[in-house]
């Protein structure tokens, strides 16, 4: 085992290891890449020698095309996978604590009503009191929702934050969310002489829960919630304009909390804290989250201009007040740190079920491949959770002297921040909020976060590092921050669609990783991000595995090699030896049981069936102008039937969604072609070596498929399989069992 990181330093901060598994997975590797060699030569000499099924022998030879192109392109995360560790309790001796850089944190939300403010506030708290000298904190909150109940939510929290930030440090708690704190009943840690002030912090808590919830009802800020004339002007701009819609608003920047003026309870000071509603207009695309950070990125270059900047969803609350300083292990690092284009914790969620059933935790792409992608220098950007240099935004690492600010009068570096909610600073910043602003600039291009695609995060830390820049992957064992997912599979899925979307969006546009990133990075940079930008095409393999096999089983055409054939052996090699790879690597080296490993490999054929094959359609739509990109926001609001259903490990399917009338389609087939093999072998002298392949193909996919048959027929909950689906798939089903004959033949 190497271990390089050390420096020469007395004091090192971090340092890394490179995986005891990387040289028994590089053989492994040549010998898996000689049975695909194989398996391609045979299929080239069956389709010209013996081409008695043309249609379907065709069919697979591309299905194994796919899956050995990306078998090939993910290797690159298979080989330097690293793990790192920090040292904070080094950063002391290196940097003085007065000398710690300052942070700006940004957390978007969009929609009050898909993003409860009481959440928002949370998150917000949890950053605030962040383990870190409160006067180089700022918080700026991005409304994209434009609403006022959430501008109340964070008045309020900032008002409890002047007695929530002191208790905090006075008891020095090691967890500083107050939903998750008075939640878990976790008074154990503090004094019994501090019982009291802890139920009387937790009183005003809940006081400013109930006056948010109580706004959230009503549906606007009603006078007699406001407690002063300067409260009142916070929500002039939506009393003065009646059209003020999400969509259409002049900007509104409001400083809740302001470092230099404001102290709390104990006369401690207290960080910034900063709602931003950027302008939209219904005649200027708003470009989504991307456009909104970027209107982040210039207001707080005006306020506060820190050179660390944090950005998180708004669900995405603090999980260890010590985040800033393990990511600081890397920034500050005297040889990395400058090259070091952001530090990236993996996104974690809380309330996971035991064996995590919709596959929420994406363990292979958020945690097992950004430690190969570590190895190489480029770990990915996940949108949340990052640590990032402000000047990653601006150019490349040897960039100086970029003019971020085009066509602005004053500049920016004379502006005094000595008292930020001065009329000059608002001014500006309300400029560089205004919906054309970026009109004619590189913003979006070359500046900030890159328009162009759904996954904003993947494809700026991608341009970033053909940039030249570095990223480090950072995994603590307590997670820094902790967030919320979609419980219903139907919104797991419309999650993982948008995602697919935006990835070929990166993967069709002119900076192909397979090119550009090669080009301008290395081949291992652009086989991993071209492995992801093409991430969808694992659809095609699904399709015609899932389908193919067992449509011409029921037509008694045979496709695979008999039994004792060499061939078969071969075929039955690779399949068991991927699988075998995976769950390896799972359990022992990530710890993941056989359940959870299980439901992961279901939930990608379910992905497979659904919701990628779907976002080819989508994006080829958007393409051709039929129709626009969308979010699709996830909501985090939390319906309790789903939720029991959730905990319980029950598949959610209930909406009449096409996902489910696809994903039945497949389970039908699959249980035809199944029945209809075991009938032919038992009661109809069928020979089992001929078709074995294609029966243990049925099966396989069959008890994959057990959760849905149980949907459609035996379940009478909310969840269930809507009636309705379940007759449509079925029609389609025998269709197309019956028009297969037809096509194969
Ligand atoms: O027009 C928009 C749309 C979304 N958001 C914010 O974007 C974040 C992510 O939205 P969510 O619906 O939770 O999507 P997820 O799929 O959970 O987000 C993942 O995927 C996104 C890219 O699709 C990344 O931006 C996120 O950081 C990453 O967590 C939220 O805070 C939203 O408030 C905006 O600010 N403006
Ligand atoms: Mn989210």
């Known amino acids: 085992m190497e271990n390089r990181g050390e420096k020469n330093s007395v004091y090192p901060l971090n340092s890394y290891e490179v995986h005891p598994r990387t040289k028994p997975t590089r053989v492994f590797m040549f010998i898996y890449l000689c049975g695909i060699i194989a398996l391609l030569y045979h299929h080239l000499t069956s389709l010209i020698f013996r081409s008695n099924h043309l249609l379907p022998s065709i069919l697979l030879l591309i299905a194994d095309l796919v899956l050995s192109f990306m078998w090939v392109t993910s290797q690159a995360f298979r080989w330097c996978p690293i793990r790192r560790k920090v040292y904070p309790e080094n950063l002391s001796k290196v940097v003085k604590e007065e000398d710690l850089p300052a942070l700006d944190v940004f957390i978007c939300t969009a929609d009050p009503y898909k993003e409860p403010p009481i959440d928002v506030v949370n998150t917000a708290l949890s950053v605030l009191a962040f383990d870190y000298p409160s006067n180089k904190i700022s918080v700026y909150v991005s409304d994209d929702g434009g609403s006022q109940m959430t501008l109340f939510a964070l008045m309020q929290g900032a008002k409890f934050a002047r007695e929530w930030l002191p208790f905090c440090r006075k008891h020095n708690l090691s967890k500083r969310c107050p939903k998750v704190v008075f939640n878990q009943h976790d008074s154990d840690h503090l004094q019994l002489d501090s019982l009291d002030e802890f139920q009387k912090i937790k009183t005003l808590y809940e006081e400013m829960t109930r006056k948010v919830e109580h706004v959230m009802e009503q549906g606007f800020v009603d006078d007699d919630m406001i407690d002063n004339e300067k409260e009142r002007q916070f929500f002039i701009q939506w009393k003065v304009n009646d059209g003020f819609t999400r969509q259409n608003h002049p900007t509104v920047i409001q400083v809740l909390m302001e470092s230099l003026k404001d102290v709390g309870v104990s006369g401690t000071p207290l960080p910034n804290l900063i709602y931003l509603s950027r302008e939209k207009s219904k005649h200027i695309h708003h470009k989504f989250k991307a456009g909104a950070l970027n209107a982040l990125i210039r207001v707080s270059a005006i306020m506060t201009s820190a050179p660390v900047v944090l950005s998180l969803d708004c669900d995405m609350y603090c999980n260890n007040p010590q985040a800033p300083r393990l990511a600081l292990c890397h920034l500050l690092d005297p040889t990395e740190g400058s090259k070091t284009a952001f530090v990236q914790f993996p996104q974690r969620y809380r309330g996971i079920n035991p064996t995590d059933i919709y596959n929420n935790e994406v363990t ?172 969808p095409i694992w659809a095609i393999p699904t399709i015609i595995y899932g389908l193919l096999p067992q449509l011409c089983l029921i037509h008694d055409i045979y496709l695979f090699p008999k039994v004792p054939d060499q061939w078969f052996y071969l075929y039955a090699y690779l399949f068991s030896a991927t699988y075998i790879q995976d769950l390896i690597e799972s359990y022992y080296v990530y710890g993941i049981n056989f359940k959870k490993w299980w439901n992961e490999q279901r939930m990608w054929l379910i992905r497979g069936a659904t919701c990628y094959s779907f976002s080819f359609i989508e994006f080829t739509l958007n393409r051709i102008g039929i129709s626009a990109p969308d979010f699709s926001l996830t909501s985090k609001v939390i319906d309790n039937e789903q939720q029991k259903r959730y905990d319980q490990e029950i598949f959610d399917f209930g909406v009449e969604s096409p996902f489910f009338v696809s994903l039945s389609i497949f389970a039908l087939i699959n249980l035809i072609s199944f029945s209809f093999g075991i009938v032919k072998v038992i009661f109809m002298d069928g020979k089992l070596e001929e078709i074995l392949v294609q029966l243990f193909l049925s099966g396989f996919v069959l008890v994959n498929s057990l959760p849905i048959y149980e949907a459609m027929v035996l379940r009478k909950d909310g969840g269930r399989m809507p009636t309705r689906v379940t007759l449509i798939s079925l029609l389609i089903a025998l269709l197309l069992c019956y028009g297969a004959g037809f096509a194969m033949k």
Do not use: H
């Open 364 to 535: 292979r792409p958020f945690i097992i491949n950004p430690e190969g992608l570590d190895g190489i220098g480029t770990t990915n950007y996940v949108g949340t959770g990052p640590f990032i240099n402000r000047k990653a935004f601006y150019g490349g690492p040897s960039q100086s002297n970029v003019n971020i600010f085009p066509g602005f009068s004053g500049d920016e570096g004379d502006l005094d921040r000595t008292t930020m909610s001065s009329r000059l600073i608002l001014e500006a910043a309300n400029k560089v909020a205004d919906c054309n602003y970026e009109q004619g600039t590189n913003w979006g291009i070359t500046l900030g976060f890159r328009y162009g695609s759904l996954v904003e995060d993947f494809f700026t830390g991608y341009r970033m590092q053909c940039e030249g820049w570095r990223s480090i992957f950072c995994n603590p064992k307590t997670p820094a921050f902790l967030g919320d997912f979609p419980i219903s599979l139907n919104d797991s899925l419309v999650q993982v669609k948008r995602w697919s979307v935006g990835l070929i969006e990166v993967g069709f546009s002119k900076y192909c990783p397979f090119t550009f990133g090669t080009k301008n990075r290395s081949l291992l940079m652009g086989m991993a991000y071209g492995f992801y930008a093409f991430w």
